[in-house]
């Protein structure tokens, strides 16, 4: 098989995979964007059980963090790593309420992520 069949097979097996239905238990992603001194966007609201991907891209240049500072009661805390290019962090927010996010490094870095209340 030549490079290019291979190639050709790989994209083809890619899209047909990408037009695969969601499954029920696969999480709803949101992303927020790192930029220099700010989230983006700095407000979101999801349902319960979403996955926040928080994602430096690869020309950020300064180094920045995620931490959760405030948060709904139960909900332990938690602190990503100081980055600057092409870093990932998620977080998995199944408690409704207010969160919210800082930068230790930048303290007019912050963002509120909303957990809306399950619905009955």
């Not at 207010?98 to 230790?104: L, P, R, S, V």
């Not at 992520?113 to 399950?118: E, G, M, N, S």
């Given at each position: 098989m030549g490079v290019r069949t291979f190639v050709g097979?790989?994209?083809a097996a890619t899209a047909a995979a990408a037009a695969l239905p969601a499954q029920a238990d696969d999480p709803v992603r949101k992303v927020v964007h790192i930029y220099d001194n700010f989230y983006l966007p700095d407000e979101i609201k999801v349902k319960p059980d979403t996955v926040v991907v928080w994602k430096w891209p690869n020309d950020t240049g300064d180094v920045h963090d995620v931490k959760l500072k405030d948060k709904p009661k139960g909900v332990?805390?938690?602190h990503s790593d100081p980055a600057a290019v092409g870093y990932k962090f998620k977080r998995k927010l199944t408690v409704p309420?207010?969160?919210?996010?800082?930068?230790?490094?930048?303290?007019?870095?912050?963002m509120d992520?909303?957990?809306?209340?399950?619905r009955a």
């Open positions: 097979i790989a994209v332990k805390r938690f309420g207010k969160y919210h996010i800082i930068c230790t490094l930048h303290e007019e870095m912050e992520i909303t957990v809306r209340k399950r």
